[in-house]
């Protein structure tokens, strides 16, 4: 079987699976029972200085976005850091690194952009014999209206100063959360390696307003009739989490940088791509707090079963596999071309990709008077919107053509060389690569 084993900058956890910093990492309870179920590691709910304590609003947290199943997409919270003592929540940390060796613990910090403040924390964090740290430069409410937060993680010089500062303070693997609120993910990133970090984890969440009660005028969760933006995560937020993470792991500058892989992960699948895509692990938040702790179980036997089936022995053998694929649009083959095709016995004569087609695309569908409906190659561009848009999965496929073949629709031969097309002479782009 598979070896699930993963060893993150030296921190070993008996599978890829961690729990990232967020309500089911709050407290001791919560953690046992994760580990018993079956987690690798875990990073707790972000820790603050001790101060003024941390008060969360009273009111509805969080806001949802669902499917036509009511299965839920995307969640938007208004939570702030943990709101339990600091040294409860240390010695809680203590206890139970101390009683499960073999999974990883991570704490997570947000304290202000004071060295005093990070000179102070962190020997205490130490203390505790957790594994590593993760800065949390990435909360988008509430924190970062007091300078913390995405308020770091949005300027990539307070990001290097503040790494550096735990890189001379603390012994340990330093991890660095980084926000999607930003127009260039490269940037902190390249600043968190600068400030020596020895990884970066991603992402947190994406400002958001879920809704908007059409009523009383207030955006969602509403709080005494205000709502304030909040943080998008879950399933929906995945697409732009792994295109964040696959800048950074084919950016010349921070390549090679370990990262940890976090939005939306829902199923092993999820995670085998977020991992083919450079991430070492990943944290999950969302799938956990609707499924329960439980959910993993499916994720290490559908990861083991993927690797068995691919001949993958380790975590190793496809970390990193899929970024040599991911290219810039002009090193796309322009020589590449598909056709759709419709499965007529598994087609249910809806008739939706003859609607989207005709109505929004090329009219590239015929549909007969007894509804059967047909590509019509000479007008087909391949665009891929009948196979979005079909309720019946594998109803609708699209196939290459081979070298050699006319296309109807251009007149041309399908070149034979297009496998090569990122150093096809005639590719405006690869000349612009040299
Ligand atoms: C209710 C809630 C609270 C969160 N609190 C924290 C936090 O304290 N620190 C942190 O770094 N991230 C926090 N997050 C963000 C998650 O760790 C994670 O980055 C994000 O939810 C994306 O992962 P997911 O799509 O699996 O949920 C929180 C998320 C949620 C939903």
Request: hydrophobic residues 40%; glycine residues 8%.
């Amino acid at each position: 079987m598979a070896d699930l084993t993963t060893e993150f900058l030296g921190i070993k956890s008996p599978n890829p699976f961690w729990l990232a910093s967020a309500p089911p990492t709050d407290k001791e309870y919560n953690v046992r029972r994760a580990f018993e179920a079956g987690w690798g590691g875990v990073v707790w709910k972000t820790l603050g200085s001790e101060g003024p304590p941390v008060v969360n609003v009273n009111g509805p947290r969080y806001g949802a976005i669902y499917g036509a199943d009511r299965r839920l997409l995307g969640l938007n919270n208004i939570e702030l850091i943990t709101d339990r003592p600091l040294q409860t929540n240390l010695e809680e940390i203590k206890r139970v690194k101390a009683d499960y060796p073999d999974r990883a613990i991570i704490v997570s910090l947000m304290v202000p952009c004071e060295e005093q403040a990070w000179k102070d924390i962190l020997p205490l964090v130490e203390e505790t014999g957790a594994d590593g740290i993760e800065l949390n430069f990435g909360c988008p409410h509430g924190m970062s209206e007091r300078g913390m937060g995405a308020a770091v993680g949005q300027v990539p010089e307070y990001i290097e100063m503040v790494t550096r500062w735990c890189k001379q303070y603390y012994s340990k693997p330093v991890i660095v959360k980084l926000t999607p609120n930003i127009t260039d993910v490269r940037k902190p990133a390249e600043a968190a390696k600068r400030g020596g970090a020895d990884a970066v984890s991603l992402i947190n969440t994406i400002n958001s307003i879920t809704s908007v009660n059409l009523d009383t005028m207030s955006p969602e969760p509403s709080i005494d009739g205000k709502g304030s933006h909040g943080g998008y995560c879950g399933p929906a937020v995945k697409p732009i989490a792994m295109s964040m993470v696959s800048e950074i792991a084919r950016n010349p500058e921070t390549r090679g940088l370990p990262i940890s892989g976090i939005g939306g992960v829902t199923t092993w699948r999820d995670a085998a791509e977020f991992m083919a895509l450079g991430c070492g692990n990943v944290q999950v938040c969302t799938a956990a707090m609707t499924y329960g702790f439980k959910v993993v179980q499916e994720m290490i036997s559908g990861l083991s079963d993927w690797m068995d089936e691919k001949g993958h022995n380790s975590i190793q053998d496809f970390v990193g596999m899929a970024v040599p694929n991911v290219t810039d649009w002009q090193y796309l083959n322009l020589n590449y071309v598909a056709k759709a095709k419709i499965d007529q016995d598994a087609c249910i004569k809806c008739g939706r990709c003859y609607a989207a087609c005709e109505d929004t695309s090329h009219q590239a569908i015929s549909m007969s008077a007894d509804r059967v409906f047909e590509v019509i190659d000479a007008e087909c561009v391949a665009c891929n919107l009948c196979v979005d848009v079909c309720p019946v999965e594998d109803c609708i496929s699209m196939e290459a053509m081979k070298p050699g073949e006319v296309d109807p629709r251009t007149g041309k031969v399908v070149e034979k060389e297009y496998a090569n097309w990122t150093t096809h002479p005639n590719n405006p782009g690869a000349v612009a690569a040299e």
